[in-house]
């Protein structure tokens, strides 16, 4: 596998990431963490991964910029698209949560933490 093929690997599966996001958000009954702010800590931890994923890839401040942006405008969507299903319910908090996720996600990204896309890169290219 190549360089550009890892890389490639790697954002099919941050949009996987997007997908599962927007499926949990829209359906009935998602599932239940068990603990008292359990779907706050979902938001921020759903978001938060996201952002950290896609940051291992774009690593310039323009393309965070609008990662974050961009993750930032789908958890406002998603609260719209469950106010409007009828079963699910639009919480400004979980608009705050996903936010603050996605602000985690960046601070936690290379070169904070070691850019795990790079090192796949080089393990499997060995």
Same mark, same amino acid.
């Given at each position: 596998m190549t360089p550009s093929g890892v890389a490639r690997l790697w954002l099919v599966a941050g949009w996987l990431l997007v997908a599962a996001i927007i499926c949990l958000s829209l359906m009935p009954a998602p599932p239940d963490l068990?603990?008292?702010p359990?779907?706050?800590i979902g938001h921020?931890?759903?978001?938060?991964?996201?952002?950290l994923w896609f940051a291992q890839h774009h690593t310039a401040l323009r393309q965070r =910029?609008? =990662?974050?942006l961009g993750?930032?405008?789908?958890g406002v969507a998603m609260?719209?698209?469950q106010r409007a299903t009828g079963y699910r319910t639009f919480e400004v908090a979980d608009m705050a949560a996903d936010a603050f996720g996605v602000a985690l996600g960046w601070l936690a990204a290379p070169p904070r933490l070691p850019n795990l896309l790079f090192w796949t890169k080089r393990r499997l290219l060995r």
């Open positions: 068990g603990v008292e359990g779907d706050k921020l931890a759903a978001y938060g991964f996201t952002m =910029l609008w =990662l974050a993750l930032v405008t789908l609260e719209y698209a």
